[in-house]
């Protein structure tokens, strides 16, 4: 008994949260501009610097990343950690600037915040987005041309610190086509779902619950993730994915909930949805 408590203790502490596992999914959107059918974004969230993620770890996160050679990457929000800024966020900012940095000289990286970034400090998260090249979309939408056609992302500033903002991107929406939405916190999907204009909302916020148990799920998830906790759903005409996050807050474990990365390939043909593992 000793034995086994002690090597969950080290699974839990030590090898999962370095696990990253790859999730690959088809996703059919039946408004589609053709241009992007098989257009491929990579989704990582809740990254957490100055906690248990470090550069080292952050570095590892994106060569995986690289490797899956995407079209887009989003990263959903919750980039630092904790209710306060500390000169330790000081270091831990500059080296997701770093790291980041390189990878957004290769590819476009899109970005909504969190609410631990509006809890440490949202004035030096923003600076270190831009200083790191990722585009912040605040209440608003960035389109991406591709054959003459147009794929409109959207973003909303965090919802459970009440600075998201739809009325101000609702204008900005393409009628006739299937916008994608970034939306930190999951159970927010019940409300983009009804306009009818979002075809997929990526988000993140719940790592999954971090400690899932068999047969019983999370025994703890946070407030706006308790709806839709991890993978993929249907609401309404809506897909919703939900991201279990690359870091953690404490405690610092993880159990039956790997780190993640996802890999989203558009379709405009109606298929059904796929999963594909990587294990790495």
Not at 154 to 173: M, N, P, Q, T, V
Not at 203 to 223: A, E, N
């Amino acid at each position: 008994m000793i034995f086994s408590a002690a090597t969950a203790s080290y699974y839990s502490l030590e090898f999962e949260p370095q696990w990253l596992d790859v999730e690959q999914v088809e996703i059919p959107l039946s408004r589609l501009p053709k241009a992007f059918d098989g257009f491929r974004i990579v989704q990582i969230s809740d990254i957490h610097m100055g906690g248990w993620m470090n550069r080292g770890h952050l570095a590892e996160v994106l060569e995986l990343v690289r490797q899956q050679t995407p079209d887009l990457i989003v990263i959903t929000g919750d980039f630092v950690i904790g209710h306060s800024w500390s000169p330790d966020l000081d270091l831990a900012a500059d080296d997701l600037v770093a790291e980041i940095s390189a990878l957004t000289t290769e590819y476009k990286v899109l970005a909504v915040m969190g609410n631990h970034d509006h809890w440490t400090d949202s004035v030096k998260v923003r600076e270190m987005l831009a200083r790191a090249g990722i585009l912040e979309l605040k209440n608003d939408v960035h389109m991406i041309e591709k054959n003459g056609e147009r794929l409109c992302i959207a973003g909303l500033d965090d919802i459970s610190e009440g600075e998201h903002r739809l009325e101000d991107i609702y204008d900005k929406l393409p009628l006739y086509s299937d916008s994608i939405l970034l939306a930190h916190e999951p159970d927010y999907a019940d409300t983009s779902s009804f306009i009818g204009r979002f075809g997929l909302q990526l988000s993140g916020h719940s790592h999954g619950g971090q400690v899932v148990i068999p047969f019983i799920g999370p025994p703890v998830l946070p407030r706006w993730a308790r709806k839709y906790p991890s993978g993929l759903y249907q609401v309404g005409a809506m897909w919703l994915y939900t991201n279990r996050g690359v870091g953690m807050t404490s405690p610092f474990v993880r159990f039956n909930c790997r780190p993640e990365i996802t890999v989203f390939t558009l379709r405009g043909l109606v298929v059904s949805c796929r999963f594909r593992h990587n294990y790495v």
